[in-house]
Structures are given as C-alpha cells and as structure tokens.
C-alpha cells in the first residue's frame, strides 16, 4: 500500500507551525523543521538535533518530507545540467542547471506536461498530466542545490520547465513562498521570473500578490489569427486583451516585462512582424526576448537564420525596444526552452489537453 502520510515539505512555514501547535507543542517548532528542510537541505527527522527525541519520533510515525528523486543527471558540453527527476507517484519532470547567463539560473517545472498545447512545443505534445504540489515545485530547487552543491551560493529561478505556472496558481504561489521566506532558502523575488502564455484571470490574481516574481509573457506573435494557431490560449484570452493586462500590471520601478518571441522561419519573423510588435508593445514597460526555434522531431517548424534574427532584432531596436536573442542552451542533451518532455508520458497513455481551453470562441 503506498505511504499516505503527510508530506511536510509542501507546507508554507505558518502551516508547518499550524501543524505543531495542533500536536500539542510549542509553535517554534514548525519554523525549525522548515530551517531544516528548505535551508539545511535535512530531510531525516532523526537528523533535526535541536528538536526533542520524543517529537521527532511523533513526526517520523506521523509524516514524511518527500523529495523528487535524481534519476538521471546530464551535462551539456556548455555546461548546462539536465535532471529527471522521479516523484513519489512515479511521475517523472525535468529541471535544468544553466550557468553563467551571467548568474546561475534554475529552470523548473509547475506540471507534469502541459494543457497549452503550443504548436511549436515538445512539452505542448505531451498534454497535461497533472499538477505539481507546491512541495514538488519548490522540492526541484532543493534537489538542484543540493546536487550542486549551491546551497549557499545565489541563484536565479525561472518557471519556464515544463507546464503553465498560471495553470497551476495555488502551488505555484505557495511555491514561491516557502523558496522566498527568509527561514528558508530566502531567495529573492527579484531573483524569480514567472513565464507565462497568459492565463488571464489568473494573471489580474498574481497582480495583487505580495511575493511578486518578474514576469514574462509568451507573446509570439502579433496578430490575433496567427496567435490562435500558434498559442491556442489566445482563442479564450485574446492577444489585446492580454497586452490591456499587461499595461494594468504593477511593474515596479527600473523593472520591466519581458516577452518572449518564438522566432519560426518564414512564420513570425518578418520586417512586417517586427513593426507591428513595437506599436503593440506602445506604452508598455517592457523589452522583448527573441528566442530561435529549438527544432524537434514532430515540430512542424524550422528556426530561421542569423541574418532573420538579427534583422528583426535590428527593427526593435531602431524603434527604441530593448531586445535580446536567447542563446539556446543544453541543446545537445534537449535542456533546451520547450524540448522538456519525460519518458513516462511517452509510454504511458497519452496526455489529456484541457477541454475548456480548446473552444475558438471570444
Ligand atoms: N508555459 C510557460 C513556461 C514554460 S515554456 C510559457 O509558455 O511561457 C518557456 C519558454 O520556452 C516559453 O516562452 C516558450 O514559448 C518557449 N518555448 C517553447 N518551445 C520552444 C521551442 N521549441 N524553441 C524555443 N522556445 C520554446
Ligand atoms: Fe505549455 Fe509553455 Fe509549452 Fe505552451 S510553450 S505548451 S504553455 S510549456
């Protein structure tokens, strides 16, 4: 029968304090055991010296604190590190290491595959499987400082693994909780970027959020039409829509929205594509990162040329638009954007696309 206990690491601090006080002890203990397990890395009750014999005991019958197990670790010849990592039900996810773009950056997961079925995404193909727990979301950074030996050293931290963070809000917001509280790895909210295609109700929540990560929109096209194929979202939650969002969204000083483009040759990246980005972009605090097709079997897209990149980046620029190009990383050991996609899902019975998100109405 599989272990149904509780698991402690899914719990923000107040609850964890909430817990112990409901077992009868003293409210402290709740923020020890969460030093314990989002600052030390300690998942063995019988390590957490400081906390009494007999509560450790309550706790070890009573609980467990999971952690997504290393499968596989792979190295890019860049340096870029891949993990497979396994959760307590046997699903599997991907997070991923990349060094030096200047700062250390980790890129993890919120579901297991995706619902949003992005025409130019591995990880779309997939379908969703389900979501992450908040404890599975914030367990990947562990596990990948821990593997790292970066426990002590800062990072940065993109939801831009596999699934739509904004299609999975609750954990992903509890998420960003535990790794940002300051008992815990304390990771600054500057220091996050929430990627998102735009799931609108939930994107007016995350404006009214006090742990507030940069954000980053898929924009990846500048008309409604090509939107619709391209990102199928848009045919519930428009293009306009989702820019109007984006002027209401509070950017705080000296920061800015960046959207990502998905550069397809001969599709969206054209001089006439580039123009009509700027005046979308008009009045919006933002800058723009193009990212060149990750090509993949089963995408029926090809990325375009240096020469089409440069020049499109080249009109934005003109225009006044702060524009960067992604340099594709851990492409030799598929880490790269939008080339997640886990064995499990492969085998098993293919993924589900949410049924509401598919009607072409508006
Ligand atoms: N679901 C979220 C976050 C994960 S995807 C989102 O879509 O924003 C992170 C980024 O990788 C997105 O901008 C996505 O559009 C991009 N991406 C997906 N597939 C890609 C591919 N094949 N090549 C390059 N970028 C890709
Ligand atoms: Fe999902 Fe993002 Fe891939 Fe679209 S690009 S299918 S939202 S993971």
């Not at 906390?51 to 670790?73: C, N, S």
């Not at 980790?106 to 404890?135: E, H, W, Y």
């Amino acid at each position: 029968m599989p272990d149904s206990k509780p698991d402690l690491a899914g719990l923000e601090q107040h609850e964890l304090e909430r817990e112990l006080v409901r077992l009868g002890h003293p409210r402290f203990h709740g923020r020890q055991i969460f030093q314990w397990i989002h600052k030390r890395g300690v998942t063995d009750f019988a390590l957490m010296t400081d906390v009494g014999r007999e509560l450790r005991q309550q706790l070890a019958e009573g609980f467990r604190i999971l952690t997504p197990e290393v499968v596989r670790k792979e190295r890019s010849s860049d340096g870029t590190v891949k993990l497979l990592l396994r959760l307590a039900d046997g699903k599997q996810i991907e997070s991923v290491f990349i060094p030096d773009t200047p700062s250390q950056t980790f890129c993890i997961s919120t579901q297991v595959g995706c619902a949003m079925g992005c025409a130019f995404c591995l990880t779309g193909k997939m379908g969703i499987d389900r979501n992450l727990t908040p404890g599975e979301i914030a367990g990947q950074v562990r596990v990948l400082a821990a593997e790292l030996k970066m426990l002590d050293v800062r990072f940065n931290i993109v939801l831009m693994g596999m699934g739509e963070p904004l299609h999975n809000y609750d954990a992903t917001m509890a998420a960003l909780r535990i790794l940002t509280d300051e008992h815990g790895l304390a990771v600054s909210p500057k220091r996050i970027t929430l990627s998102t295609v735009g799931v609108l109700p939930a994107l007016e929540k995350l404006a009214t959020e006090p742990v507030m990560p940069n954000l980053a929109i898929s924009l990846h096209s500048t008309t409604e039409d090509q939107r619709d194929m391209l990102v199928p979202i848009n045919r519930k939650y428009g293009l306009k829509e989702l820019l109007d969002a984006c002027r209401r969204f509070p950017v705080k000083r000296r920061e800015r929205i960046t959207f990502e483009y998905v550069m397809l040759d001969g599709v969206n990246d054209t001089p006439d594509d580039a123009r009509r980005l700027v005046r979308l972009l008009h009045g919006i605090r933002g800058k723009v990162n193009l990212l060149p097709l990750n090509e993949a079997a089963g995408i029926p897209f090809e990325r375009p040329s240096d020469d089409r990149v440069n020049r499109f980046a080249q009109i934005l620029s003109d225009h006044g638009v702060t524009v960067s190009v992604r340099k594709s990383r851990g492409r030799d050991i598929r880490a790269a954007c939008g080339q997640l996609i886990t064995e499990s899902s492969r085998t098993n019975a293919p993924g589900r696309r949410l049924a509401s998100l598919m009607p072409v109405s508006r």
